[in-house]
């Protein structure tokens, strides 16, 4: 084990030429980032948990609830033990070749069958209240955090001059209000990546588990290495829309539908803007050019920078989702529904009684639809949540 952690931690790996780790110690006179820090994100990840636990139900459920926002999920399917018994035991998308199988069994027609596994997959779906508590935790969390961040940056250098990041590097002390700020981040973080399983499901779970995993891999890499003036900027450049994009949804899940939809197209303006514009422009610059002319190469400085180039390509294809919905957006007056919806809806009327075989059959349906009645576009779509 001592063997393999010294291989781990080699110094020509993780530290520019001629720095030690002992050269790294925190002393009385100075501290310096330590691996062992990166320990406290674990319980305070546990602390953030418990806390989003209370503030749904304490604060945000009844701020929904004065809101009017629905409490109800959606449209239950008509219990039936043959039906459940297939759902829950065997598939809940069955083939054509069961539906028949059904149809005669039970003396249904198709059509019925399909919509009874709809309803019954939509049963499962969360309600609005759930989703609206779940928004309000993270716009609460991302407002506090960015408004710290902008707070500590306002008063460095490196926020006006990216160079500063490397000034000193890599005895740049680490300051109380910077360790505090990458801590709370940090946990944050691995929070998220473990309430994901339980939280609302979204179309793209492989996709921001990934981006999950490379934030907290970023943030504990550029700890660690004591980049942390560069990923103060980094946290606080994708935190600001972020706040935007849980505002658009807790709107929506309102039915504020003007207002959603404003908020939904200024989040798209700041996501571009910062992930496309300023973060490439700003960050990546000083860290694939200015960071090389000012330190030279070492192996740790181009994982550094491959983590980089990972997000942003995370960044590229949540702008091309926000773009194809904008779009839809401007063309067609209102923000249309896309591919992430949390609910699956049907074209036809979602009746909950079936309809007989027999064409002499009366039933009729109820043409309520299984669809919750909230716009796609923000239950997820963009979440940076994402960064």
């Not at 291989?7 to 790996?13: A, Y």
């Not at 993270?138 to 707070?151: A, D, E, K, P, S």
């Not at 990546?193 to 939280?199: V, Y």
């Not at 560069?230 to 504020?256: F, W």
Request: overall charge positive.
């Amino acid at each position: 084990m001592a063997g393999i952690l010294a291989w781990f931690w080699n110094e020509r790996f993780w530290l520019p030429h001629n720095v030690t780790w002992a050269d790294l110690q925190s002393t009385e006179e100075a501290a310096f980032p330590q691996a062992e820090d990166l320990y406290l994100a674990f319980p305070l990840a546990f602390c953030i948990f418990m806390i989003r636990l209370l503030f749904e139900r304490f604060i945000a459920k009844p701020c929904a609830l004065g809101l009017k926002v629905q409490a109800n999920g959606p449209q239950k399917a008509q219990p039936n033990a043959i039906l459940e018994k297939v759902f829950t035991a065997i598939t809940k998308h069955p083939d054509e070749k069961r539906l028949e199988g059904l149809s005669k069994q039970l003396d249904w027609d198709v059509r019925s069958i399909q919509r009874w596994f709809r309803q019954r997959r939509n049963q499962e779906k969360p309600s609005t209240l759930r989703k609206f508590c779940e928004s309000m935790w993270r716009f609460t969390f991302y407002l506090y955090i960015f408004t710290y961040g902008v707070r500590f940056l306002k008063k460095t250098p490196w926020l006006w001059n990216t160079r500063q990041c490397w000034s000193g590097y890599p005895y740049q002390p680490l300051m109380p209000d910077l360790h505090y700020y990458y801590i709370v981040e940090l946990s944050f973080y691995w929070s998220l990546m473990f309430s994901q399983f339980i939280d609302v499901k979204r179309k793209d779970f492989g996709i921001m588990f990934t981006h999950h995993i490379v934030a907290v891999t970023l943030i504990s890499f550029s700890y660690v290495t004591n980049l942390t003036r560069v990923g103060t900027l980094i946290l606080c450049l994708h935190d600001a829309s972020d706040i935007v994009l849980e505002a658009a949804k807790m709107a929506n899940y309102c039915k504020c539908q003007k207002l959603s939809d404003l908020l939904f197209l200024t989040f798209a303006v700041v996501f571009i803007v910062s992930r496309l514009g300023i973060y490439p422009l700003w960050i990546l610059n000083t860290t694939l050019f200015e960071l090389y002319e000012a330190l030279g190469n070492f192996p740790a400085l181009w994982v550094f920078n491959v983590l980089l180039v990972v997000l942003q390509i995370l960044h590229c294809f949540w702008s091309y989702l926000i773009i194809k919905t904008a779009y839809k957006a401007i063309s067609k007056g209102k923000v249309a529904k896309d591919a992430r919806s949390d609910v699956e809806s049907s074209s036809d009327e979602e009746g909950t009684v079936p309809r007989s075989k027999a064409p002499h059959s009366t039933v009729a349906t109820n043409g309520t639809s299984g669809a919750n009645g909230t716009n796609g576009y923000l239950t997820g779509a963009t979440s940076s949540e994402e960064h």
